[in-house]
C-alpha cells in the first residue's frame, strides 16, 4: 500500500536559519503530493501541492520538488521565522477525491 | 473559497454520553469528506471516507457502531461518538474534497474530552 516517511522531530532552529525536512513515498501510481501545516491548536493547512513529477509547489517562502526517480518531496525554505514554528505533514493522494496518506509529522520549533 | 468548519471547536462529556460532531463546507460542495482522528504529537488517522447519500466507508480498526458517520448533504457530515469512554478523547479533524480537485479542505478541528 502506499506509505509517507517523513524525518522524526522535533527539529529546532534558530530565525533565519535554513530549514529542510525530508520526505519520501511509496505508491502504486503516480500521486499528487502534498505539505500541509499545524500551528498549536489549530486544524491543518495546505502549505503546498505537486501533482506531477519534476512539478515545484512554493507558498510562504517554502518549496518542494516533485522528485520521481527519488520518490521525495522534500521541504525547504531558505529562512525561518518564529512564526513558522508548527508540525508539518507530507502527504499524497492517488487521484481525486481518493484519501490523503500521511507522514509522521515533523515538528519544528524556531527560537529568536 | 474553500472553507469547512467544525461545530464544536471543544465538548468534554462524561463516560457513556453520544458526542456529535458536524462538519460543513461553507461555500462548495463536497461529495466526499473524510474523517481524521490524531492523538497528542501524532500523525492524523484516517477513520473514515463519507460520501453523500451513501454508507460510510470505514478503515480498518474502526468501530462502525461507536463512530456514526452520515454525510446527508453536499454540505454536511457528522461523526456522533456513541457510549463514549476516556480513551475516546482526541482531536477529531473533518476534511472535504470537491470533485476536480485532488485537494483535501481540512475544518480546525474538534477537541474531545471524555471525563
Known amino acids: 500500500g502506499d506509505s509517507v516517511t517523513q524525518m522524526e522531530g522535533p527539529v529546532t532552529l534558530s530565525e533565519e536559519a535554513f530549514l529542510t525536512i525530508n520526505c519520501t513515498y511509496t505508491?502504486?501510481?503516480?500521486?499528487?503530493l502534498f505539505w500541509y501545516v499545524q500551528y498549536p491548536g489549530e486544524g491543518l493547512q495546505l502549505l503546498l501541492k505537486a501533482t506531477k513529477a519534476d512539478d515545484k509547489g512554493s507558498n510562504k517562502g517554502f518549496e518542494a520538488t516533485y522528485r520521481k526517480e527519488t520518490t521525495s518531496f522534500h521541504l525547504e525554505k531558505g529562512s525561518v521565522q518564529v512564526s513558522d514554528s508548527a508540525v508539518y505533514f507530507c502527504?499524497?493522494?492517488?487521484?481525486?477525491?481518493?484519501?490523503?496518506?500521511f507522514g509522521g509529522g515533523t515538528r519544528v520549533l524556531v527560537k529568536p | 473559497g474553500a472553507v469547512v468548519s467544525q461545530h464544536p471547536s471543544r465538548v468534554i462529556c462524561k463516560s457513556g454520553t453520544s458526542v456529535k460532531i458536524e462538519c460543513r463546507s461553507l461555500?462548495?460542495?463536497?461529495?466526499?469528506m473524510f474523517w481524521y482522528r490524531q492523538f497528542p504529537k501524532k500523525s492524523l488517522m484516517l477513520m473514515a471516507t463519507?460520501?453523500?447519500?451513501?454508507?460510510?466507508?470505514?478503515e480498518q480498526g474502526v468501530e462502525k457502531d461507536k463512530f456514526l458517520i452520515n454525510h446527508a448533504s453536499l454540505t454536511l457530515s457528522t461523526l456522533t461518538v456513541t457510549s463514549a469512554h476516556p480513551e475516546d478523547s482526541s482531536f477529531y479533524i473533518c476534511s472535504a474534497n470537491r470533485d476536480t480537485s485532488y485537494e483535501q479542505y481540512f475544518g480546525p478541528g474538534t477537541r474531545l474530552t471524555v471525563t
Open positions: 502527504a499524497l493522494s492517488e487521484g481525486a477525491g481518493n484519501k490523503l496518506t
Open positions: 461555500d462548495f460542495q463536497a461529495t466526499t
Open positions: 463519507s460520501n453523500e447519500g451513501s454508507k460510510a466507508t470505514y
Open positions: 505508491a502504486t501510481g503516480y500521486p499528487s
